[in-house]
């Protein structure tokens, strides 16, 4: 056995390509979009590192030609998930037992393989089969996905060094045991760094994962699962099984040795899943962590004292990048009278010059919505906005799934601050914005932090210093992540660590030790060095 302390190689933010014209990494991107476009991939469960095919057979499509299809999956039934979760469960011994440093080389492993000769496949799946720009995907299937790896690595590490004090004749020590059972993940579609970070993180503190990955985004999540493979994960420690959401409640989350949950996705979804758990509470054997990252109505209030041009800039940013289908996107936003017209004009500049199409043409800003279900939920709200004495629609407005799910970026202007689309989340390109009296700055601000049920992130856009004092305190409880002066998307791994209260889920703040220490059961170690064979104590001496 080894004896040297190690010292893990230092992390840092994965650096981004630009993707401009005439770069090698735009030439190779497009080569490999080609290659993926031209081809079906068939993808199987995968339970204890075999490939299993089962008789339910479904399709991935490019939500921006869905009559393109990329794969089929096999989707897992009831004796697949049985059977992954006793896979888990028989290799959960020597995973736990595995020397640390051995289980961090992995995962270190996995980054450098997406950093370098599996950046262009992890891009091209993602913007094919979840319509993400070459920029979207990015920051997305390579930065945040690496920064996920070695950042959760570091705080691992970080975890396992934190120990109690010590006395004369005693060691203390805190050992960071795995979770008693196995861990659900259950990942999103919107984010392949997430789809790869909800099982990664769990399995990098030594527990063993059932995963189900959002269909909609299983191509980029199957390829992400290979790379594991490649780096060296051990059959059994993370299991893929692409399912039906009904069902993995019914046989995994009930199953009496789950002991972690880890999940993103929507709020009514994580009520179903506690309310599950609660009601089988005395099941289990060990109380499961439930670890959430939910929804969002995510805003933007500019105070008077702010510039107009910057506020526009972050609005148009902050809504429509993809397709507004990002927790954190900028859903609502509150602009002050005074500066309403200027803002105004430029956003409506900004937004005429949005190109919205298959994210194969780089001049697209926007490519489409995720799937059929989201593109009527979306056109719902616009709908109704379109109809509503209380609403009116300044950009937008339009869309179109006879090719691809396709949402023109939309702005909506109402004079109620609880109207619907200030209050629901749409997770789809429509920005929804009150206007309100410069006079009216306290009872705005009470409207920002009691409409909505969420709490996830915000931004306030001001230059008067005092200003920013007092919304930052006045918001304190409306967002997990506060940005001043800057659009409340695009939080960085180990720079903004991710996440948010209320309903928008427990806010154990991804890639950071908050989160990392929610997948360990330590057990906390006393060593005496010289026991007493004292039995009585001095306070029993007579006087």
Known sequence: MSNGVFKIPTAKNEPGNTYAPGTKERETLKAELKRQSEMVV?????????????????????????????????????????????????????????????????????????????????????????????????????????????????????????????????????????????VLAISPFNFTAIGGNLPAAPAMMGNVVVWKPATTSILANYYFMRILEEAGLPKGVINFVPSRGSQVSEVVLTDRRMSGFHFTGSTDTFNTIWKTVGENIAKYNSYPRLIGETGGKDFVFAHETAQADKVAAALVRGAFEYQGQKCSAASRAYIPASMWEEVKGKLLEETAKLKVGDVRDFRNFMGAVIDKPAFDSITGYIDYAANSEDAEIIAGGTYDDSVGYFVQPTIIVTTNPNFKTMVEEIFGPVLTIYVYENDKLEETLDAVNTASIYALTGAIFAQDRQAIIHLERRLSEAAGNFYINDKPTGAMVNQQPFGGSRGSGTNDKAGSIFNMIRWTSPRVIKENFVPTTDITYPFMDEE
């Open 42 to 182: 068939e993808i199987p469960v995968i339970i204890n590192g075999e490939d299993v095919k089962t008789d339910t057979v479904k399709q991935v499509v490019m939500p921006h030609d869905h009559q393109h299809v990329l794969a089929n999956y096999s989707q897992a039934g009831e004796k697949e998930l049985r059977d992954a979760v006793e896979a888990a469960m028989a290799a959960k011994e020597a995973w736990a037992n595995m020397p640390w440093e051995h289980r961090a080389s992995i995962f270190l492993k996995a980054a450098d393989l997406i950093s370098g000769p599996y950046r262009d496949v992890m891009n091209a799946a993602t913007m094919l089969g979840q319509s993400k720009t070459a920029f979207q995907s990015e920051i997305d299937a390579a930065q945040e996905l690496i920064d996920f790896l070695r950042f959760g690595v570091e705080c691992a590490n970080q975890i396992y060094q934190i120990q109690p004090e010590s006395m004369k004749n005693i060691w203390n020590r805190t050992d960071y045991r795995p979770l008693d059972g196995f």
